[in-house]
Nanobody, 125 residues
Framework: QVQLVESGGGTVQPGGSLRLSCAASGSNVDYYAVGWFRQAPGKGREAVSCISSEDGSAYYADSAKGRFTISRDNAKNTVYMQLNTLKPEDTAVYYC??????????????????WGQGTQVTVSS
């Protein structure tokens, strides 16, 4: 079992950047496909970017392509997502998740995914 704790959220102006971190404990994060989801007010939770445990394949939602970058540091047991050129529509609670099914074309929840508590990202002028 793995526990996930997100950090790095905050309030930025449009065009700004943030780096989200997801620190894992209880198990090695390199055992899992991991990723970032987000949920905006009144909307469902959507996959933003995910990375596989096998070959490092990464999935990006269309809204994230070219602006967000996911990475993992297995030595630190941490997953990151760099968010650049942020837009007001990126405002959401961002969640880290593990136990996923990931390819470059999809990021699906596994049988029993693990979730962090979320970190708020607000993009506003």
């Amino acid at each position: 079992q793995v526990q996930l704790v997100e950090s790095g959220g905050g309030t930025v102006q449009p065009g700004g950047s943030l780096r989200l971190s997801c620190a894992a404990s209880g198990s090695n994060v390199d055992y899992y496909a991991v990723g970032w989801f987000r949920q905006a007010p009144g909307k469902g939770r959507e996959a933003v970017s995910c990375i596989s445990s096998e070959d490092g394949s990464a999935y990006y939602a269309d809204s994230a392509k070219g602006r967000f970058t996911i990475s993992r540091d297995n030595a630190k047991n941490t997953v990151y997502m760099q968010l650049n050129t942020l837009k007001p529509e990126d405002t959401a609670v961002y969640y880290c998740a593990a136990e996923l099914l990931v390819s470059t074309n999809h990021c699906w929840l596994g049988i029993k995914p693990y979730w962090g508590q979320g970190t708020q990202v607000t993009v506003s002028s």
